[in-house]
């Protein structure tokens, strides 16, 4: 039976691992209306590198966090090889007038907008409506990198980061069991 998008949008829309230098490429804030060093809801700010041809107006604003690194010697990764980064939603904005500098209103923000966060657009495109929950076509055997937002602990609904990807056949819909303690 398939899962209506509404039902786990939350878990999708702010969760994003990306390679080393792909945040470098997205639009920046330069600054805020006022000068200050962190911005926050209903604030302006100030982007650089917002392609001229873009209709986009929507943005949420990242910060690039910390590294998952490989636990082991895995699916053709070395221990201790960077797999990628977090990416750490702060908030997101709308353009208000286009331009390099471009200005933005923050309509929201989860943490502190700071001068260097990286705004990425809001679109539709590759996303489905639903999804159909499906075994993986191999056995697949790989580890939790990660529990967003901190916990160390996990239960039903939470975002949870694998060393496991496209590369090892991983699809969108495939499930996954959780068939070994953390405390071992």
Known sequence: QSIPIDAIQQFLEQSIVL????????????????GHL???SGDIIYVSDIPKESKIVKYSIYRKGASYVAPKQ???????????????YIGDA???????PASA???????????????FPHTNEGRTNEFVPRT???VMKGTILSVLDGVSEISQYQVVVLNLGKEQGLEVGNVLGVYQSGYV
């Open 38 to 40: 962190m911005a926050s």
């Open 105 to 119: 209103i923050i309509t929201i923000a989860d943490k502190e907008v700071m001068k260097g966060d990286r705004l």
């Open 94 to 100: 709308i353009i208000q007038k286009r331009g390099d």
């Open 19 to 34: 390679d080393e230098n792909e945040i470098e490429q997205w639009p920046y804030i330069i600054s805020s209306y006022d």
């Open 74 to 88: 895995a699916h053709g990764k070395v221990a201790g090889e960077i797999l990628g980064f977090e990416a750490l």
């Open 136 to 138: 993986t076509i191999n």
